[in-house]
């Protein structure tokens, strides 16, 4: 399921799209654009310059009926900025992870593929 959930995230973001429903996808500034194309020889806005927060992504089992999507180290700044959590980010929001505090979720083709895997398993698995 954690496997599931990554590639599910890592998919919406490298077509530079939000897997949060309701959640908020900014397009990237002329300017930045511009040194985008530069350094990684494109202008989408899929949070990969050089690809280190993306990496950095981790799906990690909470308890028996949660995951968690977690960003360490260097990298949580930034995705706390895109995301944010903290509330008083500059950076242009760009929904990957769900807050719940916020009551966010995933889109509801996500939830279609958790659903289908979960049909996978009898109540004794």
Do not use: C
């Not at 959930?5 to 490298?14: C, P, S």
């Not at 977690?70 to 760009?94: C, W």
Request: glycine fraction near 12%; proline fraction near 6%; aromatic fraction near 8%.
């Amino acid at each position: 399921m954690a496997t599931y959930v990554k590639e599910q995230v890592l998919k919406y973001v490298g077509g530079s799209r939000t897997p949060v429903e309701g959640g908020s996808w900014a397009p990237l500034s002329p300017d930045y654009a511009a040194l985008k194309k530069k350094i990684a020889g494109n202008r989408k806005a899929n949070l990969e310059l050089g690809g280190d927060m993306m990496d950095a992504l981790d799906v990690k089992k909470k308890g028996s009926t949660k995951l968690s999507l977690e960003i360490a180290g260097k990298q949580a700044p930034k995705a706390d900025g895109h995301n944010n959590f903290s509330g008083d980010s500059e950076l242009p929001e760009r929904n990957f992870i769900p807050d719940e505090d916020r009551s966010q979720t995933f889109v509801p083709s996500i939830w279609t593929g958790v659903k289908k895997i979960l049909e996978g398993y009898s109540d004794g698995d």
